[in-house]
């Protein structure tokens, strides 16, 4: 799931015409992405530049969304469900993830 949000990113940066100048921006869209899937959305939609995107404080628990709607994608959630019924990962286990 992450991978298909960067590859986009990575390759359009992957030419010889000059793209510098759009590529901060561009760099903070995908951070917000990346972000949504685990910080509150308030808190990102207050972020409207860098400096407020980079002083979000990510460590903090209040601000991360309710772990139950972490988005992990479809497949991981699949691996975890398949895991978790042959027994090789407890609920424990299966919530620290």
Same mark, same amino acid.
């Given at each position: 799931?992450?991978?298909?949000?960067?590859?986009? !990113? @990575?390759?359009?940066?992957?030419?010889?015409? &000059?793209?510098? &100048?759009? !590529?901060?921006?561009?760099?903070?869209?995908?951070?917000?992405?990346?972000t949504?899937?685990?910080?509150?959305?308030?808190?990102?939609?207050?972020?409207?530049?860098? %400096?407020?995107?980079?002083?979000?404080?990510?460590?903090?628990?209040?601000?991360? %969304?309710?772990?139950?709607?972490?988005?992990?994608?479809?497949?991981?959630?699949?691996?975890?469900?398949? @895991?978790?019924?042959?027994k090789?990962l407890?609920?424990?286990?299966?919530?620290?993830?």
């Amino acid at each position: 799931m992450i991978a298909k949000e960067i590859q986009p !990113f @990575l390759t359009k940066y992957q030419a010889d015409k &000059p793209l510098l &100048p759009f !590529f901060a921006t561009e760099m903070k869209n995908l951070v917000k992405e990346l972000t949504q899937k685990f910080i509150k959305p308030d808190l990102l939609s207050d972020a409207t530049t860098v %400096v407020k995107l980079l002083k979000i404080e990510y460590e903090k628990f209040p601000n991360h %969304v309710d772990l139950s709607k972490v988005k992990v994608g479809f497949a991981a959630e699949r691996i975890l469900c398949e @895991l978790k019924g042959s027994k090789k990962l407890s609920e424990r286990q299966i919530f620290e993830f």
